[in-house]
Structure formats: structure tokens, C-alpha cells
């Protein structure tokens, strides 16, 4: 399995991923519902093997930016405005404009500046505030609260936080773009490692995504980058269902439980771990040059 | 005449029978279920040659490429190590089938390629430290020749795997043993594997681990400044009440295949290294590496 490569996936890995989140669009048949696995294929579409994908990808943003501006009673969807962001990113990043993607995160701004000042200094929407100010959106960022700026300070408390003041930490570090430096990315990396190894996903790949954009990747960020990589099924998807568990995945939609989200983490981890090593190798040619 | 009469329907017998387990197999897997169509396996495996076999033979290879192509066999594989073997059985007959396709393998080679899965460094080590050992008595046992491998590499990748119990630890101990012993053959101790191990324990307050994996990082795999003071902060906070041992660990078995590992040593040997850390913390901690004599 390589590693330490900027190709993760081959071209014909990402087209096989691409098209299993496809059919997810499909089966789920709501823009709303379509919104993470489009992100998903959105992340793919950044790798630098992708076969250029742009324009299907626009004209579907927009289709699904038109479902929720047409929906009557839009706050009722409880729509996650970060991967609604992330995929503008991307799309403003391809030189192109959804206007009707725009329209929604015109929305967004408003809605943030009615939360109490309590839920604003949380670390999830200091950091949807924060993404929304770089796009051009701009929202006053709220302080975080006394809670995590100790966690901040106090580096030793990493390690008994539990996964959820970790998701929280993780969060404002990417909120005010606080540099990780190596001790930091390592602490991080490691505890990644642990969560990943017990099969917990989301807090490890998000842990991961924070230091590959903030810190200074090392042997144990790769490792956990490698493990997401070595879930990866024949039909695209990621994960391994566990059979024999008592409460056995299956009884529930194992695509909903498991492979989809586990899928969406892979295809943003390897972008972001993408985007660190091109940003990495862009400063050493500036170095070089210099 | 005794085909006929003995033979013939006995293999009938056991050709519904084994019908009947591939069935609840696939059905419902199962721990027993696999643990059945494996016994049966390793004989039919055997029977290359004999038609009075071929049925059987014929119903295993195609049900091991149906589970290998629909992914059960992979979702076996990485749900415990001592499927290892009877998935690496059926793969290898699943290519029988006419439905098989060399693709089918794709995921298993990489899971076995990235060293996830189908690893037990424990008899390879044990070999290792056996030999050590004897030789240190002047006994001189001949394993033939057991090669040179890099621990490092070897046991660090183990990080990669979702598992947690007895084995992690044991590796690190035999690993550490062998370091110990001999440093001059090039063993190299693994550094993230440990150190993850350590923060895992911190963080799912595993007190039976943490002090010897604290002295297994201090004395062998690195220690650096960041983990050390956390790891002592969580060991003084799991100080046993006086006359106590530290409790076993949580949860997971501690009896393994290859060695049995029961509560009473595992608490007594994790409150020595909890005891030998509180009193030494200078001496354990930050200290070069001992190098006994080995010959």
C-alpha cells in the first residue's frame, strides 16, 4: 500500500468510489439527502489523479442548492452547514460559481448571529463562522469558551478528554488556524491512531484532517492515513463490517451505518491529505528557488 | 460392496449436513459456523484425487467464492486474527470455482500487504527469545536458521490493526526482552506502536497497562517529555488502596492460544511496575537502556 504519496488513489480507484457515492445520491433521491455523498465525490475530485469532473459536479451543486432554497420551511432540514461550505470551497476553487449555493450560505450568516452567544463559542460553529469569514462571508467570531480554552492551554488533558471535547478542540484549533507544532501533531497523531483502532471514525479522521492542515505530519499521522486507506473494498467503498457482533451493523442499512460514512471520511482525509503534501512541496520549491 | 452399503450413504450424509452448515454460514455468520466449514476444509483440502470427495469438494470451493466475492471472507479476516487460517484455506480454494476471478483477492492482498492482517509475531518472537535464553545457559538450541527481520517495522505496523488485548502487551514484552538482551544484532526497537499503546491506555484508563507500558517506553521504545509526564499524572491519580494490586485488565480475554495469561500475574507484574515507577522515577525514567551481557 503506498504511503507518503500524493496519489492515494489510482484514477480508476477514484472513478469506482465516485460511482459508489453515486448511487447513494440516487437511492437517497432528496437534494437534501444528497448533500454528503456529492461532498464526498467533490473531495475525490480534488485528488490529483481524478479525471476532471467539474462541470456533471457544478450543475449537481446547483440541483442540490435548488432543493433547499425550494424547500418551504428550510430550517426544518437541520442541514449541517459545514459540508454545504466545504463543497462551495471547492467548487469557487474550480473557478466556478453556484449562485444558488452562495444564496444559501447568505443564509447562514444570519442564522449563526441568532444563536446565544453560548452556542456560538462552541468549537463546531466557531468553525463554520470561521470558514464562512474566508469565503467572504464575514461573522463575528465568537472567543471560545473558559472549557476549551484550558483544554487548549493544557496539552497533558489531551489525553484523558473524552472523544467528544477532543471533536470540540479539534475544532476551534481549525476555527483561529492555530499552528500544531511537532509534539502537538505527534500527541494528536497518536491518539488517532488509538481511536481509529477501536473503530472510531469520525473523532480519529477528524483529528487526522486537523493536523494534516495544521501541523507537522509526521510517521504516525501517515500510519493512521494508511489505516482509513487499508478499509478500502473492491466496490470503492470503506470499512469492514464486523459479523459476528452481537449487535451485528447489518440489522441496520450497513451503507448508512457504516460504508457511507466511512467512505465520506476516507475521500476527505485523502484530500486533505493531498492539499498538505502539495502545500508542503510548494514551500520547499519556494525554499529551493530562494 | 462396502461403498455401497457403508460408504455411499454415510458421503450422502455428510454432503447434506455440510449443505446445511454453508447455508447457516451465510445465513447467520458465526464464530462456530466458520469454526465448522474450517474442520471440514482442512481434510477436504486433502482429498485431491479421490472422486468419491469431488461433491463435497465441488460445494466448498464454490461457497468459499461466493464469500469471497460478496466480502465475507475479508470481513472474517479482519475481525480476528485466528480466522486468519481457515480464510487463508478457502481463498486459496475458492480459485476452483468456475465463478472465481483473480480480482476477488484484491482486497485480502492489501490487507495482507499493508501487514493488517494474518500477523502473529508471538511464535516468531518466542523462537527468538527461547534461543536467547538457552544460549545465555550455555544451551545452544537449534531452531534452524530463524532469520533477520525488522522488529521495527514488524511490530509497528501492528498499529494498524483494530484490536486490543493481552497480545498487544505481550509483543512489546517479548520485543523488549530481545532488545534487551541483544542489541547487536540489529534489532531496533519500534517506536509508535508503543507509544500509541500508551496513550490508549491513558485514555481508556486501562491501569493495568499503563506502568509497564511506561516502563517498556522509558527503558526501551522512547520516551519523549509530552507523554511522560501524562503517563505519570495517570499513573499517581491510579494509585491501588493500600494492600490492593492494581485491577486486571478491563474487558477483553487474557487467555491466549499460545501462552495462558491469568488475573494474578497480570495484576501482580502491572503493581511492580507501578511500584517501581512511584519509587524510581529518576532511575526509570530517562535512564540509558541496560545492555546485559548476552553471549
Known sequence: MASNKLDRLTTEQIALTSKYLAEMTERFASPIAAIQPLFGRCCLATLPSSIPCWDTLTREVAWVAAGILSHPDPASLSLDPLPIIEIYTMVKGMDREVPEMRQILERVGPDLDALSQEVRSTGRVRQITSALSKLGFPNQLAKPTKEAKNLLREKESWFSAPALQLADLADHLLADDIPLDETDTKILSLIALGELRNYHLDIGCKLLRTVLQLGVPGEETRDGVDFIALQRRRDGRYGFLDRLAEKPEQTADPDTALFLPMTLNAAWLFKTEAASMAMSSALAAVGETA | ?295
Request: proline share 5%; aromatic share 8%; charged share 20%.
Open chain 2, 1 to 295: 460392496m462396502l461403498a455401497e452399503t457403508i460408504s455411499d450413504p454415510m458421503l450422502r450424509l455428510c454432503q447434506a449436513e455440510f449443505k446445511c452448515l454453508i447455508q447457516e454460514l451465510e445465513s447467520a455468520p458465526s464464530r462456530t459456523a466458520f469454526f465448522d466449514v474450517g474442520a471440514v476444509a482442512e481434510v477436504l483440502v486433502l482429498t485431491n484425487g479421490i472422486p468419491e470427495a469431488e461433491g463435497l469438494t465441488r460445494m466448498l470451493c464454490d461457497a468459499s467464492a461466493r464469500w469471497l466475492k460478496s466480502g465475507l471472507l475479508e470481513d472474517l479476516l479482519m475481525a480476528r486474527v485466528e480466522f486468519a487460517y481457515h480464510v487463508a484455506l478457502l481463498t486459496y480454494l475458492a480459485q476452483s470455482a468456475a465463478s472465481f476471478s483473480p480480482s476477488d483477492v484484491e482486497v485480502i492482498r492489501n490487507l495482507s500487504e499493508g501487514r493488517l492482517v494474518a500477523r502473529s509475531e508471538i511464535p516468531v518472537l518466542r523462537q527468538h527469545l527461547i534461543a536467547a535464553y538457552f544460549s545465555g545457559c550455555g544451551i545452544h538450541t537449534e531452531f534452524g536458521q530463524l532469520g533477520r527481520r525488522n522488529l521495527t517495522q514488524i511490530i509497528d505496523r501492528r498499529v494498524l490493526r483494530a484490536r486490543s488485548d493481552e497480545f498487544d502487551l505481550l509483543v512489546l514484552l517479548m520485543c523488549a526482552q530481545l532488545l534487551q538482551l541483544d542489541r547487536s544484532r540489529g534489532y531496533q526497537g519500534p517506536r509508535t506502536y508503543p507509544q500509541a499503546q500508551l496513550v490508549q491506555a491513558m485514555r481508556s484508563g486501562n491501569t493495568n497497562w499503563l506502568p509497564v507500558l511506561a516502563l517498556l517506553c522509558s527503558r526501551f521504545f522512547g520516551f519523549p517529555g509530552h507523554l511522560c509526564g501524562a503517563a505519570f499524572k495517570s499513573m499517581e491519580e491510579s494509585i491501588p488502596a493500600p494492600g490492593e494490586l492494581l485491577p486486571a485488565p478491563p474487558g477483553n480475554q487474557i487467555d491466549s492460544e499460545y501462552i495462558e495469561r491469568t488475573e494474578r500475574g497480570l495484576r501482580l507484574r502491572s503493581t511492580i511496575a507501578l511500584a517501581l515507577s512511584l519509587a524510581l522515577p529518576g532511575e526509570t525514567y530517562g535512564v540509558e537502556q541496560v545492555r546485559p551481557a548476552y553471549n
